[in-house]
């Protein structure tokens, strides 16, 4: 992977959308990934458990600065989009919400309501948290309005709400859902988790 051009300051655009290469040193919040003899300072929710990496990365260039956000799954960078994407969320609010909790735990808080949850993030207070749920519950509610093939969608299953947010069409996250234990015997995390084993969906392998 070559060294990319930068975008003119003051825009925002995913001008470097995945690094694969090297981790040479660790940081706090960071690492600092080798490709192609050069180094590239990538912000990281949590550290990598392999030196060998490829994350995919939101690039965001200002005129005063430039930075990388980088994720281990593509569920991460979609939650961490999602999340930034509501006014008054920065990019800093977004990685302290994914470095405490998994992209399924995130979602099923903002599915459920549990303000909580999300305010135990660093800097993330109650009015934030409550501020994500209102923003992001009601787009999860409007796409999961749509109707998918055999019937409506259960528009009340967390569930299904969380798997939207992640990124799934109602559909797919209808689909997702099928063969996977009904809410009566299991709760929307472990519903989640075995929606997203039994999809498929993407993982990062190391190497």
Excluded: C, W
């Excluded at 969320?89 to 549990?114: Q, T």
């Excluded at 800097?123 to 009601?138: P, S």
């Excluded at 209808?174 to 472990?190: I, T």
């Amino acid at each position: 992977m070559g060294t990319p051009s930068l975008d003119a300051p003051g825009r925002q655009h995913k001008v470097i959308a995945a690094i694969r290469g090297s981790v040479i040193a660790r940081g706090t919040d960071h690492v600092v990934v080798e490709v192609n003899g050069v180094g590239y300072k990538v912000f990281v929710p949590r550290h990598p458990s392999r030196d060998e990496v490829l994350l995919h990365t939101h690039q965001v260039v200002r005129e005063d600065a430039q930075a990388l956000y980088g994720f281990e799954t593509r569920e991460e960078l979609a939650l961490f989009d999602l999340l930034i994407g509501v006014s008054g969320v920065g990019p800093k609010a977004g990685m302290a919400i994914l470095s405490v909790a998994r992209p399924a735990e995130i979602a099923s808080a903002i599915a459920s309501g549990d303000a909580a949850a999300l305010a135990r993030a660093p800097g993330v207070g109650k009015k934030t948290a409550e501020r994500l749920i209102v923003d992001l519950r009601g787009k999860i509610g409007r796409v999961a309005g749509e109707p998918a093939s055999g019937g409506p969608l259960p528009t009340d299953d967390d569930a299904h709400a969380a798997l939207v947010a992640l990124g799934y069409t109602a559909s797919e996250a209808s689909a997702a859902l099928q063969g996977v234990p009904p809410r009566e015997r299991a709760s929307p995390e472990e519903r989640i988790g075995a929606a997203l084993r039994a999809a498929g969906r993407p993982r990062v392998a190391a190497g």
